[in-house]
């Protein structure tokens, strides 16, 4: 299930600011309080959602209309922020006030096809701090691999299974590029190294797999997720 946000600032931003996946990440994690949803933080487990970069501008202008998408496998997630943001009609990002100009709530067909709304990312060394990076020269097999174990771990935790896959999560894959994102938490500032796709194809969809390619649609692909990384939508046949 997902949520569209269309949303704009009536104040004038300090020059050079950026829409920052902390500051979406907070919003969303007040909303769920707000909802009376606490047990979102409890232990180190994954957190189920996952949400777009903002289109079509990443820069903060006044009068601007911005968009933006979070989507979930847990429909409690999904319809807490709905509620909460619809009623509001407003949210704040790093003391602005955003006004919404329109709200949706709604599900989506699985298909066979995908698109990245968001950059895909996976460590490479975690210990280190070391992302994978198609310009550093690393190689393409590791991150088709390493994508698969993580979509099926996340899997296995969510529903509490244990499947396995013996073919290839995507049958066919079209780069697109990548890219280096800034964050700001609190005084520090540092990068994550992600990428964004064109396709993301599926050959045959088995009907056994339904459940879990759908599950990965909301969930989103790779690491960090509920910061915003890993968005993906379903390409229907005319391309949207």
């Known amino acids: 299930m997902r949520i569209k946000i269309k949303f704009y600032t009536e104040e004038e931003p300090i020059p050079n ?10 919003m969303i994690y007040s909303s769920l309080l707000d909802a009376g949803v606490t047990d979102i933080h409890d232990g180190n487990s ?3 959602f996952s949400f777009s970069d903002v289109f079509p501008y990443n820069y903060v202008k006044k009068d601007l209309i911005y968009n933006f998408m979070i989507s979930s496998p847990v429909d409690r997630i999904i319809n807490s922020i709905y509620d909460v943001l619809n ?9 602005y006030k955003f006004n919404i100009a329109e709200i949706k709530k709604f599900d989506v067909n699985i298909s066979k096809s995908f698109i990245t709304g968001s950059p895909i990312v996976l460590y490479l060394d975690n210990r ?3 992302y994978f990076s198609i310009r550093n020269g690393d190689s393409i097999a590791f991150f088709i691999k390493r994508l698969k174990e993580n979509a099926i771990k996340k899997f296995n935790i969510f529903y509490n299974d244990e499947i396995s896959m013996n073919h290839l999560l995507f049958d066919k894959m079209k780069f697109h590029k990548e890219v280096s994102v800034l964050l700001n938490k609190g005084t520090k500032n540092f990068n994550i190294i992600g990428t964004m796709w064109y396709k993301l194809d599926l050959l045959r969809l088995r009907r056994s797999e339904v459940k879990f390619y ?7 692909l790779g690491e960090k997720n509920s910061l915003g990384f890993g968005f993906i939508n379903p390409v229907v046949n005319n391309g949207q």
Request: proline share 0%.
């Open 17 to 26: 600011y950026n829409f920052n996946k902390y500051d979406f990440q907070g």
């Open 128 to 130: 280190k701090n070391r």
């Open 46 to 48: 994954i957190r189920f």
């Open 214 to 220: 759908k599950f990965i649609m909301d969930a989103g």
């Open 87 to 95: 009623k509001n009609k407003y949210f704040y990002l790093s003391g």
